[in-house]
């Protein structure tokens, strides 16, 4: 069991990530998932905490481990999940 475990995981809102959500709180961590739409996770309990955040953008990412330690003083295991792409040409990469 990973009672009083705390993880943040990028992308948690779905696919391999709502599934490592759900498998981490399965196993009584308390989870701190981010991601931009949280429509899948309303039934995940309370030991789930959205963060609304866009990975793409450093401050959002900064102000969700600063959450993380306020809330808690310190993070377990981070697991970054969630992916972007740039969308173009290679000259334009």
């Known amino acids: ?14 696919g391999i990530g709502l599934a ?9 961590a308390t989870v701190i998932g981010i991601g931009r739409n949280f429509s899948r996770t309303k039934d995940l309990g309370e030991n789930f905490l959205p963060f609304k955040c866009d990975v793409t953008d450093e401050e959002q990412i900064k102000a969700a481990v600063v959450f993380a330690q306020e809330k808690f003083g ?16 290679v000259e334009k990469c």
């Open 74 to 89: 310190r993070l377990d295991s981070l697991i970054c999940n969630a992916g972007s792409a740039i969308v173009g040409t």
């Open 20 to 28: 490592t959500t759900k498998e981490f709180l399965d196993q009584g």
């Open 1 to 14: 069991m990973l009672k009083d475990y705390i993880v943040l995981i990028t992308g948690a809102t779905s």
